[in-house]
Each structure stands twice: as structure tokens, then as C-alpha cells.
């Protein structure tokens, strides 16, 4: 069992690009989760999601950012013409249903 | 909206020392984690308690939760520098949707 597979490790963006994070849940998980940690701060809840569906998004920002988690393939977490505060990690968890969540290694993104 | 506070906020005590880190919540839930950060790295899972009085230990740390005081803590046994790292309480808001503490920095001296 690999775990919760997250990509790119470390992503580089400039200002007004587009930034696309990928999460694949560990294998017989069906809930993915996205978290934002900023700089010595705890993780803040983004958005949940189960197959083809968004469950909870109220921690995501209003514009600019996007989930979803399709049928077949990662879940995607996409944010369009990042900010500088953006910058941040971006972990992906995911669990069973009401099961105990795992996270991946994180997405460190830097707008430059 | 929940509030999960956690203190201290850093922490840097000796070898061998025992410590307390306390994690307050602001409203009732029924599963509370707490996670361990090594700097850059991701979360590692080290206690769910589900219920009031619940006690779990491993190793050097032991955990409990007082859920009619909306608190747990996490309880620091002869700390060695291995420890270090910053600690994450998380109180799970339903769904699994977790609310987390600020973290506690924790620096274990030689």
C-alpha cells in the first residue's frame, strides 16, 4: 500500500499562472481532503471531497481556486493566476468513511 | 466556528525533563488526533482518542482527553532529543474535517 501520493513534491509558479496540485488516495479510500499549512501555522481545511462529488468546500477561498476528484484519476486541487499568497504546503488526506485520514508528503508551492 | 488553541506555543526543555502541551476546543466533538510535524515533512499520526477519559500512550508520550472540559493533552515522559518537532492537536468537526491547534514547537536539548 503506497499511502497518499501527492505531486509535484515542490512546485514553482510566477505570479498569474496557473498551479495544479495532484493527489492520489490510498488504495480503498473513497474520501480525499485538501489542507493548507502557511509558514508556522497549523493545517486549515479547504475542502472535502468523495468520487465525483464536493462535499464540504467552505474552507476554500471564493475565487481563483478549484477541486475536484473524478471518476477515474487523482484528485486535483487547481488555483488560477496564483498570488504571492498562495505560497504555501498544500496536503492532501484521505480516509474511508469515517475512517481515520492519512496524508500525503504535501505540494510546497511558491509563487514567485 | 471552532477554535482549537494549544499552549505553549513553543517549548524547549531539557533531556530527561517531563512536560505538558494542553489543546482547548471550543465546542463538543467526539474524536480528537494529535500528529507529529518533522520540519518540511508531513503528518504522523500518533493518538485518536474517541471518548471522555480516554488514555493512550506510547513510548514517551501519553495522551487523554477530557471531554467535558474540552481538553486534551499530550504528556512528555524523560524527553530525548528525538522528540523534537512540532506537535498538531485535531479536533474532527464531522466528516473527518479536522480543526487543528496552532501546533506546539517543540526543541529537546542535549
Known amino acids: 500500500n503506497a499511502g497518499v501520493m501527492q505531486n509535484p513534491r515542490h512546485l514553482v509558479r510566477r505570479r498569474g499562472q496557473e498551479a495544479r496540485l495532484r493527489c492520489s488516495p490510498m488504495k480503498g479510500h473513497s474520501h480525499v481532503y485538501w489542507y493548507r499549512q502557511l509558514p508556522e501555522e497549523g493545517l486549515k481545511f479547504m475542502v472535502y471531497l468523495q468520487k465525483e462529488n464536493i462535499i464540504d468546500e467552505s474552507g476554500m477561498p471564493k475565487e481563483r481556486f478549484s477541486a475536484e476528484f473524478p471518476k477515474e484519476g487523482p484528485s486535483i486541487l487547481r488555483i488560477q493566476q496564483v498570488v504571492r499568497g498562495d505560497s504555501a504546503a498544500y496536503f492532501c488526506?484521505?480516509?474511508?468513511?469515517?475512517?481515520?485520514?492519512?496524508f500525503g508528503s504535501g505540494t510546497q508551492l511558491s509563487v514567485l | 466556528e471552532l477554535k482549537v488553541e494549544q499552549n505553549p506555543l513553543f517549548l524547549s526543555m531539557q533531556e530527561g525533563k517531563n512536560y505538558t502541551i494542553y489543546c482547548n476546543y471550543s465546542?463538543?466533538?467526539?474524536?480528537l488526533y494529535w500528529y507529529r510535524q518533522d520540519p518540511g515533512k508531513s503528518l504522523e499520526s500518533l493518538f485518536v482518542?474517541?471518548?471522555?477519559?480516554a488514555v493512550k500512550q506510547e513510548g514517551r508520550l501519553m495522551a487523554s482527553l477530557d471531554t467535558k472540559a474540552r481538553l486534551s493533552t499530550l504528556h512528555i515522559t524523560a524527553a530525548v532529543h528525538d522528540l523534537s518537532a512540532t506537535y498538531f492537536c485535531a479536533v474532527d468537526i464531522g466528516g473527518s474535517r479536522l480543526t487543528f491547534g496552532e501546533g506546539t514547537q517543540l526543541t529537546v536539548n542535549p
Open positions: 465546542t463538543t466533538s467526539d474524536r
Open positions: 482518542l474517541l471518548s471522555n477519559g
Open positions: 488526506a484521505s480516509s474511508r468513511p469515517q475512517g481515520k485520514l492519512f
